[in-house]
T-cell receptor
Framework: KAGVTQTPRYLIKTRGQQVTLSCSPI?????VSWYQQTPGQGLQFLFE???????NKGNFPGRFSGRQFSNSRSEMNVSTLELGDSALYLC???????????????FGPGTRLTVL | AQRVTQPEKLLSVFKGAPVELKCNYS??????LFWYVQYSRQRLQLLLR??SRESIKGFTADLNKGETSFHLKKPFAQEEDSAMYYC????????????????FGQGTILTVHP
């Protein structure tokens, strides 16, 4: 099975711009979670999507948004970029059903975003 | 709110020595605890979870609810164990499922010297 893929792998943007990151989950996985990883804050949960619906959300400002398509692929968007948004953005997919407590999350390689 | 603390940022041991990576958590309910590992130039991957009660690559971890700890142990460290280790916690939401959220500790870089 192919693993989780994320595109692009690297991005350089300037303050005020917006960016869209893409995540393709493992085939058959319907849940996609997004995390931000920085040296100072570590790994922080952004949001999770299941069947095109956001089920859970972390404590990030509204500039961070996401969506999921019918094929389970997910995108996250950051508008009005700030210097502090520079981070590694990881997505993870899992075979989650609405009634299960937890399924193993499989992580992608991440997208390295640099904001200048 | 839940929190995971890994007090050691760096841990160095020699090959063959025992190793223990500490993890403490704060959460008032019943969490699920995990250890994730990231080897050099590889993706973050699940090492083990407390409900499985299994040993993976010689590592074990026991959930101690009284001490709110989930320390990772291995009796004889190997050089290939050198990696970044993250302790993580999953909780139930009001709806009864965890909905894909993991709360991570800051991670411990383990270096096993030959």
């Amino acid at each position: 099975k192919a693993g989780v893929t994320q595109t692009p792998r690297y991005l350089i943007k300037t303050r005020g711009q917006q960016v869209t990151l893409s995540c393709s989950p493992i085939s058959g996985h319907r849940s996609v979670s997004w995390y931000q990883q920085t040296p100072g804050q570590g790994l922080q949960f952004l949001f999770e999507y299941f069947s095109e619906t956001q089920r859970n959300k972390g404590n990030f400002p509204g500039r961070f948004s996401g969506r999921q398509f019918s094929n389970s692929r997910s995108e996250m968007n950051v508008s009005t970029l700030e210097l502090g948004d520079s981070a590694l953005y990881l997505c993870a997919s899992s075979f989650s059903t609405s009634g299960r407590t937890y399924n193993e999350q499989f992580f992608g390689p991440g997208t390295r975003l640099t904001v200048l | 709110a839940q929190r995971v603390t890994q007090p050691e940022k760096l841990l160095s041991v020699f090959k063959g020595a025992p190793v223990e990576l500490k993890c403490n958590y704060s959460y008032s309910g019943s969490p699920e605890l995990f250890w994730y590992v990231q080897y050099s130039r590889q993706r973050l991957q699940l090492l083990l979870r407390h409900i499985s009660r299994e040993s993976i690559k010689g590592f074990t971890a026991d959930l101690n609810k009284g001490e709110t700890s989930f320390h990772l142990k291995k009796p004889f460290a190997q050089e290939e164990d050198s990696a970044m280790y993250y302790c993580a916690l999953s909780v139930r939401t009001a709806g009864g499922t965890s909905y894909g959220k993991l709360t991570f500790g800051q991670g411990t870089i383990l270096t096993v010297h030959p």
